[in-house]
């Protein structure tokens, strides 16, 4: 018989409150949840970072158009790392949008308009990063077999996902996170506009990356920005510096 109400028992000369059946799931939710939003940010990081420790890639990854025989040679150099570069993308982009949907669900706000948008937009966020991880995939298939057309054809590809990003995913992601997270007590207070405010810069470098290039570095930062926000609310939601509201 599950308890809904505490239970006070006596133990060493005090009185002890044990938590309902209720409280302990929601402290394991918020644990599950806590614990995605910290890998998650940590496995992106491990993504991004990568090709950092290796200058030939990170040449080929970050240049504006590296000739077709340096995307080549990267791409076959570089094989089992970018295979698994893409493992932690999209695991980490995974449970980033367990963290998402999670806090929402603990927001009371899953039925909400702002939580059904947060939902609809993680789906769109990870449709993205999984096609960018396909072209990335078949970058490094085709260059290790010789394939230069097709290596060339799919690291475009792969390249221009920088610019879809700020699009649609993570604007609609973190102004509809951020709306959610309004007036509950699942995150420090902070957490909300801070989501809005980074939807919003999102939303603009978007609009400025179709019409000038060089706003994509604008996107890395901001991309950067993100892990940290994601990783701040997961150790604040792991401390339980505020109960979550019921819904």
Do not use: K
Request: hydrophobic letters at 60%; one cysteine or more.
């Amino acid at each position: 018989m599950h308890r809904s109400a505490p239970v006070h028992v006596a133990a060493g000369g005090g009185i002890i409150e044990l938590p309902t059946m209720a409280e302990v799931h929601v402290s394991r939710q918020r644990l599950l949840v806590g614990a995605c939003g910290v890998l998650g940010p940590l496995l992106l990081v491990l993504y991004f970072g990568a090709p950092v420790l290796e200058p030939p890639l990170a040449n080929a990854v970050y240049a504006s158009n590296p000739p077709t025989a340096q995307v080549v040679d990267a791409g076959s150099r570089y094989h089992d790392l970018l295979f698994l570069g893409t493992w932690f993308q999209a695991v980490g982009a995974l449970l980033s949008v367990v963290f998402f949907v999670g806090v929402t669900h603990l927001a009371g706000a899953a039925t909400r308009l702002a939580g059904m948008l947060v939902v609809m937009s993680a789906a769109v966020l990870l449709g993205v990063v999984l096609a960018e991880g396909v072209f990335t995939l078949t970058w490094a298939g085709a260059a290790a077999a010789g394939q230069a057309g097709s290596a060339r054809a799919s690291f475009d590809l792969m390249a221009s996902f920088i610019r879809v990003f700020p699009m649609v995913p993570a604007p609609a992601v973190y102004l509809s996170l951020g709306a959610a997270l309004l007036g509950t007590g699942v995150l420090p207070r902070a957490f909300a506009p801070l989501a809005i405010g980074l939807g919003a810069a999102f939303a603009l470098v978007g609009l400025a990356g179709v019409l000038v290039p060089a706003a994509t570095i604008a996107s890395a930062v901001l991309s950067g920005v993100q892990d940290v926000w994601v990783l701040a609310a997961a150790v604040a939601l792991l401390a339980g510096t505020r109960s979550p509201s019921r819904p």
